[in-house]
């Protein structure tokens, strides 16, 4: 499974940004999906996660009301729209895919940079 994100960027506090994750390779084998971020001196963490088929999410408590995780099946792609953002969004978000053969994978990361 190959992951790519793309969306990220400067934005004011307050603004919105949508992330994108797009999967190519054995997506067949995909159980779940997460957005994790990771800051400068910080540990990496789960922002939001979405079974693949049921399409079940859940949220980190920083993020719930404001983050929307979903995910198009069809076109093999995850989102994370993100509103009202704060300072403390700021990091380096990574997707990653977790597979039946209990195995997971990682994109490059997408820097996000909320300013005050």
């Known amino acids: 499974v190959e992951l790519v994100e793309s969306g990220g960027g400067l934005v004011r506090a307050g603004g919105s940004l949508r992330l994108s994750c797009a999967a190519s390779?054995?997506?067949?084998?995909?159980?779940?999906m997460a957005w994790y971020r990771q800051a400068p001196g910080t540990e990496r963490e789960l922002v939001a996660a979405?079974?693949?088929?049921?399409?079940?999410?859940d949220y980190a408590a920083s993020v719930k009301g404001r983050f929307t995780i979903s995910r198009d099946m069809a076109k093999k792609t995850m989102y994370l729209l993100m509103n009202r953002l704060k300072p403390e969004d700021t990091a380096v978000y990574f997707c990653?895919?977790?597979?039946?053969?209990?195995?997971?994978?990682w994109g490059q990361g997408t820097q996000v940079t909320v300013s005050s």
């Open positions: 390779g054995s997506t067949f084998s995909i159980n779940a």
């Open positions: 979405i079974t693949y088929g049921g399409g079940s999410t």
């Open positions: 990653n895919a977790y597979t039946m053969e209990k195995r997971d994978y």
